[in-house]
């Protein structure tokens, strides 16, 4: 019997309003959070070095590619928050601001706001941001870690190995970039947290590639070269630049070990992966409708996320951005079109298909790599 939204999501609809602001983070003031691991650990006796050469290959670019996020940063870069993310404004969302989408609704609690308040706003969401793509890196080195120990054949293992080093080195500077740049950071969002958990939980080692390497990587790929792009703030540049390098490993990482794996899977097999897939998507659009921000603003969120989980998907360019290392990712893994089409259908009702033939991550990451002269400037 095929499932229904409720199985997967655990809600009637993908924007059953009420089923989304109901999910908020109530223990914000613990500082561990803990989920069961229910993987097996996996030995190999079998230490054959570079019998899958796509994942040696990346191993070995990895390895030349580490970088020292202490020493080859400028951290000496004075940083005013205003003037940092002032060009975040100009590239902020249509549907925010005096005369916006969002000041228009019915009611609507941001009408009266000037443009002071909508400065404000802009200015805490790149925090929220930050804080978020912070605590998902976090959840990439646990689920590296898990990687490692999970995943069958040596080179996997060797290559994600330098994964957890990245991941570290991600949740390092992303950490004292809001401490000591900005004002501090966010609580982790519990739609990214109920993502993360659910990644985490499953036993199967490819669900911890597709939901993490995948999805939660694709995205923050996708977000940090729109915000790469956005900044003018020399120290977050190259922060992002370099963080930008190790994610599109990491990504083609995942592409690499599950297409090998997808091909002899069964169609009910696949399913699982799909519905799963879905179900990341959805909870990563959710969490950026940053319920935690418009609380801190001292807004009514209801009204909020009600305008904006109705905007049409073709109008939120941010978020169909976003997307766009996913969708083309799932495509060569054969997601797209098992089991009927299943994926597919999905995803044009959210309205991401359209990046389906956008360059997968397979073999994209050496368009981010690091430069010779940006690691020969990293060890002079």
Same mark, same amino acid.
């Given at each position: /019997?095929?499932?229904? #939204? ?5 809600r ?11 999910i +908020? ?24 070095k ?12 990895? $390895? ?13 870069t004075?940083? #005013? ?32 706001? +000037? ?13 929220? %941001? ?6 998902? @890196?976090q959840?990439? =080195?646990?689920?590296t870690?898990?990687?490692?120990? +999970?995943v069958?054949w040596?080179?996997? $293992? ?16 992303f950490?004292?970039?809001l401490?000591?740049? =900005?004002?501090?950071?966010? &609580?982790?969002? %519990? ?16 669900? +911890? ?5 995948? /999805? ?10 729109v915000?790469?792009?956005?900044? @003018?703030?020399?120290?977050?540049? *190259? =922060? ?18 599950? *297409? ?8 009910? @097999? =696949?399913? @699982?992966?799909? !519905? ?6 959805? %909870?990563?659009? #959710? ?9 801190r ?5 209801? &009204?909020?996320? $009600?305008?904006?989980?109705?905007? $049409? ?7 169909q951005?976003?997307?766009? *290392?996913?969708? &083309?990712?799932? *495509? ?13 259908? %999905? ?15 397979? #073999? ?13 400037? !990293?060890?002079?």
């Open positions: /019997m095929a499932k229904t #939204d409720r199985d997967i999501l655990g009637d609809s993908v924007d059953d309003l009420e089923a989304i602001l109901a +908020t983070n109530s223990d914000v003031d613990e500082a561990v959070h803990t989920v069961q691991d229910n993987a097996a650990a996996i030995f190999t006796w079998d230490y054959e570079g019998a899958r050469p796509a994942l040696n290959k990346l191993y070995e670019k990895a $390895k030349h590619s580490q970088w020292n996020g202490e020493t080859d940063l400028p951290w000496d004075i940083v #005013d928050p205003d003037a940092a993310l002032e060009p975040f404004l100009a590239a902020a969302d249509p549907r925010f601001g005096v005369g916006g989408d969002l000041a228009m609704l019915p009611g609507s609690p941001v009408k009266s706001w +000037t443009e002071k308040e909508w400065r404000e706003m802009a200015m805490e969401s790149v925090n929220w %941001r930050l804080s978020q793509f912070m605590h998902g @890196e959840g990439a =080195l646990i689920c870690a898990k990687i490692v120990e +999970t069958p040596i080179d996997a $293992k060797y290559y994600a190995s330098t994964q957890v080093m990245d991941e570290a080195r991600h949740v390092e500077v950490a004292k970039y401490d000591q740049k =900005l004002t501090g950071w966010y &609580p982790i969002n %519990r739609h990214l947290e109920l993502l993360l958990d659910d990644i985490i939980e499953d036993s199967r080692w490819d669900m +911890t590639y597709l939901g993490m390497q995948i /999805m939660v990587e694709g995205l923050a790929l996708a977000a940090f070269g915000m790469h792009q956005v900044t @003018e703030e020399p120290l977050l540049k *190259k =922060l992002l630049r370099y963080v930008m390098s190790d994610e599109a490993r990491h990504v083609a990482f995942g592409v690499l070990s599950l *297409k090998e794996l997808y091909a002899e899977l069964s169609d009910a @097999e =696949l399913r @699982e992966r799909q !519905e799963f897939a879905f179900e990341a998507a959805v %909870r990563m659009r #959710d969490r950026f409708l940053m319920q935690e921000v418009w609380e603003q001292g807004v009514d969120v209801r &009204p909020i996320v $009600k305008g904006l989980i109705e905007t $049409k998907p073709k109008d939120d360019p941010f978020q951005l976003l997307f766009s *290392k996913i969708v &083309p990712n799932c *495509k060569k893994l054969g997601l797209l079109d098992a089991s009927g089409g299943w994926l597919r259908q %999905r995803f044009e009702e959210i309205g991401v298909i359209q990046f389906e033939d956008w360059q997968d991550t397979g #073999d994209e990451y050496d368009a981010f790599a690091l430069t010779n002269e940006e690691l020969q400037g !990293e060890s002079a």
